[in-house]
Every structure is written in structure tokens, then in C-alpha cells.
């Protein structure tokens, strides 16, 4: 099982240069980053995981910009966001810059979608909350027009179209593996089978339970049973918590590092290493 990892990078953080070079060098496989472009402060939705936001999530630096840094430094490191809101994102300018880093890279870039869960974050992009799943999957059809071989039109709901277009680099394998992030259940299997390559559940719990459930969902659209990837994102890691993902068919695992220095990222990466 491929050992990647995550973390929370910030302008008080070690660098992603720094990071990359040792990931890359210690054997890890990937580096994946979150984003949020603000955090408003007068904020009603509530902190998932209870409690106050940690500091981190309204000083995170861009993932495209750092992943980039991180791509330059390193040969073999996957390179990945957990997760991109792509309805906060202008998708022509956003396939651009996601084809640039695959092709740049060499096909290391794995494309994490998510939903957000930050209202008034979303609602300065201009995102209408009840509809924001489907307007991410059209959006995600709209990027794939435009990494399409030939030039493709597209035009969907949302006032979403694009003109058939010359729009090049191209993602290096047609288009970058694309996961979905988010809670089990129904809707989101359906919208993993329909269009991703898999799932990344947040932390990995429960999936004794939810992974024969998508299985049974991606089977019933027609999707190659063994083409179905499930990576369980931000993990606390045990010997057994990663027994149990290598049973379930799990091929790779994103550990969470903690949003330190340098000293006390690269600590936790050592320990880490027992892991691999």
C-alpha cells in the first residue's frame, strides 16, 4: 500500500520545497494539499470536527502554486489536492491550471473534489448553496471538454458553456485521476460512479461498511469493478487501521501531518516512516 501524506501548508509552516525534497527522498508516495481561499470571520457555519477552526485554515497557501514548487523539486512524488472547491474556481481557468501541473509534472497530479463545507466562504464565490453538487459536476464535464483530444464544445446547466477550443498542455494521461471527498452515502456514490475514479473518505472510518455499499453503486453504473480506487484521507495511522484499508483494497493511504516547522513536521515524517 502507497504511504502519502497531507497537511494544512501555511505562510508559518515548513515550505513545500523543503517537504517535497524529504517526502520524495524518505520513499513517500504523494503529497496532497487542501485549500481555502479565506475564512470570513463572522461565520455561522459551524466547524465540522467541533470547537473552534484551527488557525491554519484561514492562512493555508494556494495548493496549485505550492504543489507546483513541489513538482520541481522531486521526480517521483504524487502530487494531489485534498480537496479543490471547484465551484470557487473560474473551471476554464482551473483546467488550465490543472493541465499545466499534470503536464509539467509528468502525470503525477491526482484531483481531489469537494464540496466545502464553509457557507459564507462559498457564498463570496458567488455559490448557491443547495445546488453546489451538481454545478461541481458540470463543472468538472466543462474541464473535460477542454482536455478533450480534439476541441470540444460544451454547454450544460448553470450557464456553463465553453466554445470548441484549441486549450493546451493537456493533463499528461487525458485527464488527472479524479477523487471524490465527502460523507458516505447514496448521493455521493452515485456522483463518484457517474464521474471519478474513486473516493476519499475523510479520515476512514466506517468503511467495513461503505465500501461494499460504493462498490455495489459503481457496478450497477457500469463501471469496472477493478478500476474503483478508495483512499482514506487524513489518517491517524496504526499498524492495524492500515491492515484493515489493505483488506478492504485499499492501494493507497494520506496520512495527516500536523501544520508545524520544520523540526517538528520532519519528527512526525520519521515516525512515519515505520509505515512504509
Request: glycine share 12%; hydrophobic share 40%.
Amino acid at each position: 500500500m502507497r504511504i502519502s501524506t497531507t497537511i494544512f501548508l501555511t505562510d508559518e509552516t515548513i515550505s513545500p520545497v523543503r517537504l517535497a525534497r524529504e517526502l520524495e527522498r524518505r520513499g513517500f508516495a504523494g503529497l496532497y494539499l487542501p485549500e481555502h481561499t479565506h475564512i470570513p470571520v463572522e461565520r455561522t457555519t459551524p466547524y465540522p470536527a467541533g470547537g473552534e477552526l484551527p488557525r491554519e485554515y484561514g492562512r493555508t497557501l494556494d495548493p496549485f502554486v505550492a504543489l507546483g514548487q513541489a513538482a520541481a523539486v522531486t521526480e517521483r512524488l504524487g502530487l494531489g489536492t485534498g480537496i479543490t472547491l471547484i465551484t470557487q474556481h473560474d473551471p476554464i481557468a482551473l483546467a488550465k491550471q490543472i493541465a499545466t501541473l499534470d503536464h509539467l509534472s509528468g502525470g503525477r497530479f491526482t484531483l481531489g473534489v469537494g464540496f466545502g463545507w464553509n457557507r459564507e466562504e462559498a457564498a463570496d464565490h458567488g455559490v448557491e448553496w443547495a445546488t453546489r453538487r451538481e454545478l461541481t459536476q458540470e463543472r468538472m464535464r466543462l474541464m473535460r471538454a477542454l482536455w478533450a483530444p480534439e476541441p470540444t464544445a460544451y454547454e450544460g446547466a448553470f450557464g456553463l458553456s465553453v466554445r470548441a477550443s484549441y486549450a493546451y498542455p493537456k493533463p499528461a494521461g487525458g485527464a488527472p485521476r479524479t477523487l471524490l471527498g465527502g460523507a458516505a452515502g447514496p448521493k455521493l456514490f452515485a456522483q463518484i460512479a457517474a464521474y471519478a475514479d474513486g473516493w476519499m473518505p475523510i479520515g476512514g472510518r466506517g468503511l467495513s461498511e461503505s465500501v461494499p455499499l460504493l462498490r455495489e453503486t459503481w457496478q450497477k453504473a457500469g463501471r469496472d469493478p477493478e478500476a474503483l480506487q478508495v483512499v482514506p484521507y487524513a489518517v491517524r495511522p496504526n499498524p492495524g487501521k492500515l491492515a484493515h484499508y489493505a483488506e478492504l483494497g485499499c492501494e493507497e493511504v494520506v496520512l495527516q501531518l500536523p501544520p508545524g516547522e520544520e523540526g517538528k513536521v520532519l519528527g512526525v515524517l520519521d515516525d512515519f516512516a515505520q509505515y512504509l
